[in-house]
Structures are given as C-alpha cells and as structure tokens.
C-alpha cells in the first residue's frame, strides 16, 4: 500500500527484528512467524561498525556487510516472503549491494521466485570528504589532518531513498548508514503518504522508530535490575512489534507468550536513550520534539505512544569518519582465595616495572582489578569489602602493533614468575578503528536505488 490508497482506520505493524550487529536471530524468527506484521526491520549499525566493514570491503569486494546478514535471511526470507512481510535493514554496512547480491542468492536457494532486493547506496561519501575542506565537529581540525588514516565517510541518509525503493516494489530493502529510526519511519511515510513536510507526523514516527529501534531493550532487556526492576523469560525475550495508525499514534506490544515486558516504564526509559535534548532530536528527516509525548499502559504489553512533534530537518547530514587511530594490548590473569586481591595488586606492580624495565613503548596504559576498580575507579571503590577471587588486567595503547602485543605477554609471565595462584591468563593485540564527526551539507550525499530480483 502507498499513500495514494484511503488509509483511514489502517494499522501497520512493524516489528524489531534486531538492536544491534550480534544480537539474537530467534525473536526476530517468532516475530516473523507469530507476530502478523507488514515489516520486519533489523537495525543494526553502531558507529565504527561500517569503518569495520570498509576495511572487510577493501580485502575482499564482495564482503563488508553484515557478518550474519545470511543467517538472518536463513532464518527468516520465507516466512516473510510467504506472509507478504517486507525487508528493511542497515546490514549492508559498508556494501550493500553485495549485500543485496547475497539476499538474492539466498532467494534462490530458498526457491523464493521473483523475491526483489532493493540496495540503496550513497552514504559512503569519502571522496566528496577528501575532495573538500571540512572540519571536525568533535575537535575543530581539519579533515585533511587525519591523512591516509581515513578509512570511511558515512553520511547518516534519511528515509527518501527507501520510501523509493518500496515504492518500486521491493520486498526487502537493504542499505548502509541510515539514521536509525528512518528503517522504521520509512515505512510509515510509504503506507500513509505522510507529506516531506509533515513535521509533526515525521516527529512522532521518529518517537516510534526510536522506542523499536534497540529491539529487546524495550521488551524489559536493558530495563531488569533484580529486586528493582524484576523481569521475567529474558533468556526468551520476545522482541518488540509498533501498531501504528495513520495519524502517527502506536501502541508498542511483543508477540503473547514471549519473555520479557512492556510498560510504561520499559517505554520512557528506551525514550530517553542516548537522548541529550527532548525537544530537539536531529534526524536527517525531521528536528524531532518528544517533550510532550505520552506514554500510558492500554493492557498487558500494550502501551501507548503518542505526542511526538518536530520541526523542519537541518541542512546537514552528520557524517561519521572512521579511521586508524592506534593499536590495544590486553593482558589478563585471575587470582582467588585468601589474599587475592593482595596478590593480584602485586600482579599490577611487577607488570607496571617489567614495562618500564623492558622499554614498552606505550601511550596510555591502564592497570585494572576487574570486580573491584575497573569500572567505578579506585576512589568509588575504596570502601567495598575485599573479594575472594579477582581478576588482573592491563590494557595499552600503542602506535604499533608489535609493542600492544608486548603487554599481553608481560602479563602471561606471571603464570611462573610470580605472585602465586594465578590462573586463565589471556592476552589479545589488535588495531584500534576510530570515529569522529563531521556535518555534511545534505547535497553532497548523492542517493541511488539498485534493485535486484531472484
């Protein structure tokens, strides 16, 4: 259905498939099969994944998606495809038209005939950056001062080049780096035929798109605390389906008899995640206001979700810059019993020398007691009571990979040269991929739609 078709009275469902790059494939298998839904998306970007992936792309040109993109598929392409659900995820990563390619081939294999792919590409716009001078948005500098350590330029694109893709008919839509809440969004504007100017639609499918977009996170996953926040079945969360009406209203519900819960709480908590300012969430398609939103319980699992607004869409698109920042080693070694946490302080010390002694090369180091500093710091630590078993770790920073692997193999010679008892010491060297921001004027992000069929 498009927006030229009476939408009066029509639900759509749209159901979150998943949260992130790993997360679990069976909810989005019970959602296919059980939760009567129009879409299923997968969000599944986070922010160095594509600069990850630009890497996996240049070894090899038909990689740099998604690594379970065709597990995924496997496990859901025909239930959907018999159910007439549609297709629409951010796993093409850094290439999704060998992602498309792949969905495709999978299709066959499946015997699914005339199943058609959409790819939507023009995110990647790391010649348009090189070519220019911009400046980074996290520091000041220049572009340009990042030289050949410049890997990816992602733009974040907004739901026009997918809103184009089902209306050319696609089952399954895959693209690279969208604005999260835009895989949710986009089929929205394509069912209802919301106008581009519609803020106040556009800003309330944005709050719908945003409480869906981390999958399980709003089913009671990231919301349990025991004893505070009790939840039940998290081992079989059922992950989150939006019931949507035309006017932007929804209600947020889960397939009955799956784990996990959705209320009011689990809704407002997921809203305010990695929200800095309510009344001005900045998406590529609308500066969203979810100030006034409201959220009210309607049943069990059922919750209601309405009051979004917006305001017309910013001038840029954010960009992410990936790029070779440095390398990490990591050396771990656990102690338990009477004294451990004494011996495993000794542990920090000799490694702390041996460095020193050996000539590392590092540029930051850090010596943690994993269960009594690593996280709250050795002030907020002071007054807990001590261990009975501990586990030692010092990591580095290096401009080289030779000195990050010399750190984890100081911390492996504990094992015979002292303190004792240690045991399941582990070790691991690897480069570090980093980002920073920069703002894009929208025009420079050129997009395309490339369909595939099978």
Not at 26 to 33: F, N, Q, R, T
Not at 227 to 254: C, M, N, Q, W, Y
């Amino acid at each position: 259905m498009n927006g030229t078709t009476d939408t009066k009275g029509r639900v759509v469902r749209i159901g979150a498939g998943a949260g992130y790059s790993g997360d679990r494939i069976e909810p989005a298998a019970e959602l296919a099969e059980k939760g009567d839904l129009d879409y299923l998306i997968f969000e599944c970007l986070a922010e160095r994944t594509i600069a990850i992936g630009q890497q996996a792309r240049l070894a090899d040109p038909d990689k740099g998606y998604d690594p379970l993109l065709a597990e995924r598929m496997h496990a859901v392409l025909k239930t959907c495809a018999d159910k007439g659900i549609r297709i629409v995820t951010n796993m093409g990563a850094a290439n999704p038209l060998a992602a498309a390619r792949r969905i495709r081939e999978i299709a066959r294999e499946l015997g699914l005939p005339l199943l058609k792919v959409a790819a939507v590409s023009g995110d990647d716009v790391l010649q348009v950056v090189r070519d220019a001078d911009f400046s980074i948005e996290d520091n000041g500098q220049p572009v340009a001062s990042l030289g050949e350590r410049l890997i990816s330029a992602n733009a974040y694109l907004g739901i026009a080049p997918i809103v184009e893709a089902l209306q050319g008919g696609a089952d399954v839509v895959v693209t690279g780096r969208v604005a999260d809440p835009a895989l949710v969004l986009a089929p929205l504007v394509h069912e209802f035929g919301w106008a581009a100017d519609d803020w106040d639609k556009l800003g309330q499918g944005t709050l719908v798109g945003h409480l869906l977009e981390c999958a399980g996170q709003v089913t009671g996953g990231y919301f349990a605390d025991p004893g505070k926040k009790d939840v039940a079945g998290l081992a079989r969360l059922g992950f989150p389906i939006g019931e949507v009406s035309a006017d932007g209203s929804a209600v947020i519900t889960k397939v009955p008899g799956s784990g996990g819960q959705v209320t009011a709480q689990t809704c407002k908590e997921q809203l305010l995640y990695e929200l800095h300012d309510p009344r001005s969430y900045f998406t590529p398609d609308v500066v969203a206001d979810f100030s006034q939103a409201q959220i009210a319980e309607i049943g069990p699992d059922r919750v209601a979700v309405s009051g979004g607004r917006g305001r017309p869409r910013t001038a840029t698109l954010k960009t992410t810059l990936g790029y070779r920042d440095s390398f990490t080693g990591e050396g771990q070694i656990s102690y338990a019993g009477p004294g451990a946490l004494a011996r495993a302080q000794l542990a920090l010390e000799i490694v702390r020398e041996r460095l020193q002694l050996t000539g590392v090369q590092a540029d930051e180091l850090r010596f943690d007691l994993i269960g009594v500093n690593a996280i709250c710091g050795t002030e907020m630590s002071a007054a807990a009571p001590e261990p009975f078993e501990v586990r030692a770790r010092v990591a580095g920073r290096t401009a080289t990979m030779k000195e990050a692997v010399r750190i984890g193999n100081e911390v492996e010679t504990l094992y015979t040269n002292g303190p004792a008892g240690g045991g399941g010491a582990t070790k691991s060297a690897r480069e570090v991929i980093a980002v920073l921001s920069m703002l894009l004027p929208r025009e420079l992000a050129r997009t395309s739609v490339h369909f595939e069929e099978s």
